[in-house]
């Protein structure tokens, strides 16, 4: 038997993931992602889809992030009507993402004289049809096909999707997480499979060990302290906060650091850690027992919640030392751009970096070393010091990605692996190592790339 692997998304780029398994008589996507940071990026998100949506049967959610369920509205719009199925905190995350991303999209659409690519009507049919499964629970999703979810520890909820057919077993991954998260699980590494469909935005870079990772994050704390300064934390809304704030939280309570006053800065990080002290269970074992002992994880002293705009303007009147963390994690949008602007300028500010900078976005300019950057059409000097936390990435390094690969085909062979979702030199860099050191046949596929597969 025989299927076609579709690659519409997520190739040649981090984001975007949008990938199609069709055996003929079931047509079923893998994520359908918005495309971001690229300056052409709205324009490339509005287009019609590479296939016909209302001919896709099942929708496959590995994650929440925007860059993997973006689309699944526009979708919708488009003319999708079969079943979405993803993990619980998926969903409940996916929700809060879609408001957050329409009315930012309505007041693009206001500015640019354009319109969203999908309406709140869209986001109430695709939750409609979604419905939510525990990893390991399996769905029968016709023609034969079987598919479970299994953990990718990259966020909660986060999976592996398997699909099974036949005695054949194809693997998308999703984004796999790095080891170890602060408050997740290893990813659960796949066995006896065929053919997978893996990620590689890590795929030629090392990550600092965790120690390392924690160790940075303490010392801009304690510079940012002692020189009575500012620390920007340019964090993604989705898991890194999270993260960010379990760390601090442990520091100053364990008397490793003073307190010092902390703005979460973020209505979309408030609502999303509200869905991580509600699901737990998907946290690990340690962080779990943490909490059933009283700790109140994401609380700790100096720490405030700013929900609205004006208490936002208020954090630059504080003169002594603060941490202020604020989406967006790439400072394409959202409340940062406003401290940017206004604490770029001085030196006694860090801007800390905890996650990929996609190429063309303004942290991957600050990343680089850009001593003027324009934000919101003002010029803006920099000043500040600027550095990066590589270990406190949501993704697996290069390591970690070539170690899950042997893990899982020591001693069943795969037939193919197929690497997506990075840069094109992280791509074909980890393509070619997978070649040389496990003698793995690996390559990565061009966009709307179509492929017959033994499935």
């Known amino acids: 038997m025989s299927a076609t692997l579709g690659f519409y ?59 993997h369920i973006g689309r699944i509205p526009k979708l919708v719009r488009d003319g999708f009507r079969g079943v979405i199925y993803s993990t619980h905190p998926t969903k409940d995350l ?21 319109k969203p690519i999908y309406s709140q009507t869209d986001i109430d049919l695709a939750l409609s049809l979604w419905k939510t499964v525990g990893y390991h629970e399996k769905m029968e ?37 790095n080891v170890p998260q602060p408050l997740l699980n290893r990813p659960e590494i796949p066995e006896e499979y065929d053919y997978m469909v893996m990620e590689s935005v890590y795929g030629d870079r090392v990550h600092e060990e965790v120690e390392e990772r924690t160790a940075i994050l303490k010392h801009h704390i304690q ?21 960010m704030l379990f760390e601090i939280n442990n520091m100053v309570e364990n008397g490793e650091i003073e307190p010092i006053k902390t703005y979460l800065d973020s209505p979309l990080a408030i609502r999303v850690t509200d869905v991580y002290q509600h699901a737990t269970e998907y946290m690990k074992d340690e962080v779990q027992e943490q909490i059933n002992a009283g700790d109140d994880i994401f609380a700790f002293e100096g720490l405030s919640f700013t929900e609205t705009v004006k208490e936002s ?64 059409k003002e010029s803006v000097s920099v000043k500040a010091k600027v550095a990066t936390i590589r270990g406190f990435s949501g993704h697996a390094d290069r390591n970690q990605l070539i170690d899950l690969v042997y893990a899982g085909a020591q001693d069943y062979q795969p037939k193919q692996v197929f690497v997506t979702m990075g840069e094109e030199k992280s791509s074909l860099f980890l393509t070619q190592r997978l070649r040389d050191y496990l003698g793995v046949n690996a390559i990565a596929p061009e966009e709307n790339a179509e492929i017959e597969i033994d499935f």
Request: aromatic share 6%; proline share 2%; charged share 20%.
């Open 223 to 243: 510079d940012t302290i002692d020189k009575q300064g500012t620390l920007i934390i340019p964090a993604f809304s989705l898991e890194r906060t999270q993260s």
């Open 94 to 114: 996916a929700t809060i993402m879609f408001d957050d991303a329409l009315h930012i999209m309505e007041l693009e659409a206001q500015r640019d004289q354009r």
């Open 9 to 67: 998304g997520g190739v040649g780029s981090v984001t975007g993931a949008n990938f199609m398994l069709d055996t003929g008589q079931l047509a079923l996507l893998v994520d359908c992602g918005l495309v971001q940071g690229d300056k052409f990026a709205n324009d490339i998100n509005a287009e019609p889809f590479a296939y016909e949506p209302a001919k896709v049967d099942v929708l496959l959610v590995t994650h929440a992030h925007a860059d």
């Open 141 to 177: 999703l016709g023609d034969d096909v079987e598919a479970e979810f299994t953990d990718a520890g990259h966020i909660l909820g986060s999976g592996m999707v398997h699909l099974r057919r036949d005695g054949k077993h194809v693997v998308f991954t999703g984004d796999i997480g």
């Open 313 to 376: 303007s208020q954090i630059a009147k504080f003169g002594g030392p603060k941490i202020i963390i604020a989406g967006a994690g790439m400072s394409h949008g959202g409340r940062i751009r406003s401290h940017e602007k206004r604490f770029l300028g001085d030196e006694n500010t860090t801007l800390l970096l905890v996650g990929y900078q996609t190429v063309g976005s303004l942290g991957r300019l600050l990343q680089d070393g850009a001593k003027q950057v324009w934000i919101d």
